[in-house]
Nanobody, 123 residues
Framework: QVGLVESGGGLVQAGGSLRLSCAASGRTFSISAMGWFRQAPGKEREFVGTISWSGSRTYYADSVKGRFTISRDNAKNTVWLQMNSLKPEDTAVYYC????????????????WGQGTQVTVSS
């Protein structure tokens, strides 16, 4: 099993920045692609971005492209989501995900999920 723990969420004003962290533990050798999803109240879960094991490939939702950046350090079993130019519509619970396979954008294909961290962007 793999455990994922997110941190770094909070309240920020529109236009501000936050950096989320996700620490993986357990059988981390079994995971390759990692990523982030988010879910706002009353809305469907939404893909945010994903990164390959090597970090050479990243993919983002159009809604965050150019504002969010995913990075990882395999030696630390950690992935980050740098969020800049935040907007009120970015308000959601952000979930870290991991899978034993290549990068995908479909939530059901991720094997492991964190508990989530709340991000609130005020206008």
């Amino acid at each position: 099993q793999v455990g994922l723990v997110e941190s770094g969420g909070g309240l920020v004003q529109a236009g501000g920045s936050l950096r989320l962290s996700c620490a993986a533990s357990g059988r981390t050798f079994s995971i390759s692609a990692m990523g982030w999803f988010r879910q706002a109240p009353g809305k469907e879960r939404e893909f945010v971005g994903t990164i390959s094991w090597s970090g050479s490939r990243t993919y983002y939702a159009d809604s965050v492209k150019g504002r969010f950046t995913i990075s990882r350090d395999n030696a630390k079993n950690t992935v980050w989501l740098q969020m800049n130019s935040l907007k009120p519509e970015d308000t959601a619970v952000y979930y870290c995900v991991a899978r034993n396979g290549d990068t995908v954008t479909t939530a059901t294909l991720y094997d492991y999920w964190g508990q989530g961290t709340q991000v609130t962007v005020s206008s």
